[in-house]
């Protein structure tokens, strides 16, 4: 009885000790960082992080043509709160400074999208539509102005801009290195960034070509937090694309119908309208 | 004795027994051949017997069988089932032959009954026509399959004999409406006609496959295309809330085009395409290819619109003469004093301010003018 007595002091007196040192190594690990939020508008992002993000923008920064294929699924989250998974695959081109050409083929219907540095124009493919309107001539503008006034972006719009790591980081608060991970055989740099809305993380190719291989968005202010994940093949940063590419063929669209874009203002209108006429 | 009583009450059970047991082959032949004889007159073909589907696994208790045979309550039936007794009486029933009556009766009983039953179903289903077409205009292109759409097996404008246990009545306008698994009914010569949902139906409980609409600060639930609102007794169909956006068409909503612009429509409403935040949304409108007649009100409101522009144009209009009056003025009295000042061309000073006050007379005429004409305007 009392060497079993003595041997529970010994094990509560060791987890004691051990919880101890756990929270004083929690203690100077903490003063030595600081966490989001807290350093005010400094990110918070870890050197090799950093490095690793930048190198990355860099070299698709240096490619004035590339494309790749994207193989996407995503949640939607039902008025239950039961959340669904969605699956679509993206074929995105680019040719720096002014066009894009962008096309995706999903459970919830597929779309095309052309920009030629003059005019942009969305396909619905399922219901047989499109619509088309003048926009800025670079890329960087259209796709600023896309979602300042239609409000959207073609898929994986942040690696089409001019400086991927630049729009990349620019909200991030606080981002770590996860370690070196396999995206479909692929060695990769897994790092994770924390936003104000969402978390996002990125596995960057470990080796000479320097690509995003995978992105997930957790979108966690969002009931549920549904998640976009993106797995990025067939990368070619050598491409040649013909601008025939980039400018949708009027003969394409003889049996579809032509409509508007709706813009966010007309949304702000139709809602204060319809108040009124409450 | 007692042995001879043994011997008399087992004689007499036995036979008792047999009896019964005779008498029973005979009732049982007896009522196999009352059974056969109505069966023969109650036959019934069942076109379809499905099931009710809502699309749920919680709402997929089973409903009974649709049916699309006409009701056999009126006088054209009964005398169709006495003329089948008559003849089933004087003939054999094949064994293995069907049940049906076109296999039992000769031609003429055939053609006949068939007619009667033609001209009956014919009868209710111009009936069950004019109703729908009453109150829901184009209803089958318009509300084309609006039940298949929600996953409900119920073909709009079929008729069933009976209604599913599970039922509701409702009122609407005087006309008793059925509800039940997300299907209207309403009632025709003892059978359902399986109709679209009412404006106005308050019922407890709708299909779970809804969209939730926000227009404003009101809450729609789009059930495929229907509207309803919450209310404190349950869910009321309503008018389709024109300017509400909505990101998927009801299953079966048909396409148009008015003026060269897209539309889609579905039951009463109107939907124009149009993307939003890239993917295709659907405004609910009124219908694009009527030009609405403007109500007394708006037109008393244009009108008061109208005079407010006049009025302010009238004013402005006098404000500017007035302007020029004071410039007229203002240079005859320049030229005064310069005469005074005896340093102007004195001819050339005095022809201009005769020019001058002739256009200043011209123009207080004008605004004499003017300001009587906004006067009778003010009247």
């Not at chain 1, 396999?182 to 969402?198: E, P, S, T, W, Y």
């Amino acid at each position: 009885m009392l060497r079993k007595h003595s041997y529970l002091k010994f094990v509560n007196t060791g987890i004691l000790s051990l919880l101890l040192l756990w929270s004083i190594s929690n203690g100077i690990s903490s003063a030595d960082e600081v966490q989001p939020g807290e350093a005010g508008e400094r990110p918070v992002i870890d050197a090799r992080t950093d490095i690793l993000l930048k190198a990355m923008g860099n070299y698709l920064k240096s490619s004035p043509q590339f494309s790749f294929h994207a193989d996407i699924t995503f949640d939607e989250v039902m008025p239950t709160r039961q959340k669904i998974q969605y699956a679509a695959s993206s074929n995105v081109a680019v040719h720096r400074p002014d066009m894009v050409y962008a096309e995706r083929n999903a459970d919830l219907g597929s779309k095309r999208f052309w920009y030629d540095g003059k005019i942009m124009t969305l396909m619905d493919m399922e219901l047989g539509v499109y619509a088309t309107e003048a926009v800025p001539d670079d890329i960087d503008s259209c796709m600023d102005h896309l979602m300042e006034k239609y409000g959207f972006s073609p898929p994986l719009v942040d690696l089409v801009y001019q400086d991927p790591y630049q729009i990349l980081i620019e909200n991030a608060q606080f981002g770590f290195y996860a370690g070196l991970h396999n995206v479909v055989g692929v060695r990769c740099h897994h790092l994770a960034f924390v936003q104000k809305d969402i978390d996002w993380q990125i596995w960057i190719e470990d080796g000479k070509q320097l690509v995003p291989r995978k992105i997930v968005i957790t979108y966690k202010n969002i009931p549920e937090s549904p998640q976009f994940t993106a797995v990025l093949s067939e990368w070619d940063l050598d491409a040649h694309l013909p601008d025939t590419l980039f400018n949708i063929d009027l003969a394409d669209t003889k049996n579809l119908q032509k409509i508007k874009f709706m813009t966010i203002t007309d949304a702000i209108l139709d809602k204060s309208i319809s108040e009124e006429q409450e | 004795m007692t042995l001879i009583n043994k011997s008399i009450s087992k004689t007499f059970i036995f036979r008792l027994s047999t009896i019964i047991l005779v008498g029973n082959i005979i009732l049982s032949i007896n009522n196999s051949f009352v059974y056969g004889k109505s069966f023969g007159g109650h036959a019934r073909v069942h076109v379809f017997a499905s099931d009710f589907i809502d699309g749920s696994i919680h709402h997929s208790d089973r409903s009974k069988l649709l049916d699309e045979t006409p009701g056999e309550e009126n006088s054209g039936a009964i005398a169709d089932k006495k003329k089948h007794k008559q003849y089933e009486a004087g003939k054999e029933v094949k064994a293995g032959s069907t049940h049906q009556e076109s296999s039992l009766l000769p031609q003429e009983h055939m053609v006949n009954h068939q007619s009667i039953r033609q001209e009956k179903f014919q009868k209710h289903n111009k009936e069950r026509q004019v109703f729908l077409h009453e109150n829901w205009r184009d209803w089958e292109k318009n509300w084309r399959d609006y039940y298949i759409g929600l996953a409900v097996s119920a073909n709009l404008g079929s008729t069933v004999d009976a209604l599913p246990g599970q039922h509701t009545i409702l009122k609407i306008n005087d006309q008793d409406y059925y509800y039940s698994h997300g299907v209207f009914y309403v009632s025709s010569s003892g059978t359902y006609t399986v109709v679209p949902p009412p404006y106005g139906a308050v019922v407890d409980t709708i299909l779970t496959n809804y969209n939730v609409v926000q227009k404003g600060d009101k809450e729609y639930l789009n059930s495929g295309g229907v509207f309803y609102q919450k209310t404190d007794d349950g869910f009321q169909v309503v008018a389709p809330p024109t300017g509400a956006i909505i990101n998927k068409l009801p299953t079966y909503a048909r396409s148009t085009l008015i003026d060269g612009e897209l539309y889609y429509i579905f039951g009463d409403a109107y939907y124009q395409p149009a993307f939003q935040r890239g993917a295709p949304a659907f405004k609910i409108v009124k219908n694009p290819s009527v030009v609405i007649a403007p109500s007394a009100g708006s037109r008393l409101k244009e009108l008061e619109k109208q005079t407010i522009v006049s009025r302010r144009n009238g004013l402005d209009e006098i404000a500017r003469k007035e302007d020029e009056l004071a410039v007229l003025d203002q240079k005859i009295n320049d030229i005064k004093n310069r005469l005074r000042a005896n340093n102007a061309n004195t001819d050339d000073s005095l022809d201009t301010m005769l020019a001058i006050a002739n256009e200043k007379e011209n123009l207080v005429n004008l605004l004499e003018q003017l300001r009587s004409k906004r006067e009778a305007e003010e009247r």
